[in-house]
């Protein structure tokens, strides 16, 4: 019995639920395709869903704190051209890379001072930072394809191997583990979370409520660059429209997750469950032959159904615990209004 109360206590935390959706995804796609399992869709399907993991995990941060960033698909495109093109330009890997992530700093640190210092509406002002990044990619790639780079440290970014894992996975794996210890373990982390239940009860509580959205935001915007050096090394080239729906997707990652759109909770391994649960689900449609017409219509219906079984099973389990006490005759405890 004790062993059951402890099963549904753990059903009953926030995104537990789209867990066991996620594993059962992963069975039936195991079950209707012989491919879904190899070692080979594995890695690809790692691979491919790093960035969406790296974009979901530096939204987790604005999310919970009450805020958006629109601005991520632009940064993460301009920021791997940027990238590239110094790569090209016969840089070592290192200052590309940290050219890319300049990129993204900089993405960052305008969200932040002209929502955090200014006052301008977060949606308003990332959603101009998208606008410009891109208008910035076309202006920087002048509308072709950057295409290769002679120096062959820069695609080992991703594409070498640590035991048999994927560099990216490596990195991504220690970007999220700090950012997650950040979030829970710090006195920062604990400022966010108090900024997105209520701005104003934390700035009487002693929070610096304007320096955490910057900061926020800068953090957002320098691990969309990390996740633009990491693409453009796997990509090993660079399209005008790179990264265009990229921000849909990582606040659909951060939704499946159960991040709270409303702030103040939410955690990085939530939305990286979200991210890999759109990531498998994309690559499960392709390996079972759905036209790809359907899959945009898929993929909306099974984030509804998601967040839908997650909020249902809370209320499920939960309930298991707040429903009336009995008295010893077994007849429910009368409330307030019934005395």
Request: glycine share 12%; net charge neutral; proline share 4%.
């Amino acid at each position: 019995m004790n062993n059951l109360k402890r099963l549904i206590a753990a059903l009953s935390i926030d995104g537990v639920a789209v867990l066991i959706a996620f594993l059962i995804m992963c069975v039936y796609f195991t079950v209707v395709s012989p491919f879904f399992l190899t070692p080979d869709n594995i890695h690809n399907t790692l691979v491919e869903s790093l960035f969406i993991v790296m974009l979901a995990a530096g939204m987790t941060y604005v999310i919970i704190s009450g805020g958006f960033d629109l601005s991520v698909g632009s940064n993460i495109g301009l920021s791997a051209a940027v990238a590239l093109f110094t790569s090209m330009n016969g840089a070592p890997v290192v200052i590309a890379a940290l050219a890319g992530i300049g990129t993204g700093l900089a993405f960052g640190v305008v969200n932040g001072y002209f929502i955090a210092r200014v006052g301008l509406s977060d949606f308003i002002v990332t959603l101009a930072t998208l606008s410009l990044g891109a208008g910035l990619l076309q202006v920087f790639t002048a509308s072709t394809q950057l295409t290769g780079t002679s120096d062959p440290a820069f695609p080992l970014l991703t594409d070498a191997s640590i035991f048999g894992i994927p560099m990216g996975v490596v990195i991504t794996a220690a970007a999220l583990l700090l950012l997650e210890l950040v979030l829970v373990k710090t006195p920062f982390g604990r400022s966010i979370y108090a900024a997105g239940v209520n701005s104003n009860a934390a700035y009487l509580a002693g929070v610096g409520v304007r320096s955490i959205k910057f900061y926020v935001f800068v953090i957002s915007g320098v691990v969309g660059g990390l996740a633009g050096v990491l693409l453009a090394s796997h990509l090993n080239s660079v399209q005008p429209g790179l990264g265009s729906g990229y921000e849909l997707q990582a606040i659909a990652a951060c939704v499946v997750g159960g991040v709270a759109l409303s702030g103040g909770r939410g955690s990085i391994w939530r939305a990286a469950v979200g991210a890999f649960f759109l990531s498998v689900l994309s690559r499960g449609l392709q390996l079972i032959g759905v036209d790809p017409l359907w899959f945009s219509i898929v993929t909306g219906a099974a984030i509804v159904a998601a967040v839908a079984f997650d909020r249902g099973a809370q209320r499920l389990l939960q309930s298991r615990f707040t429903r009336p006490a009995s008295t010893p005759s077994g007849s429910p405890v009368p409330t307030r209004s019934e005395v």
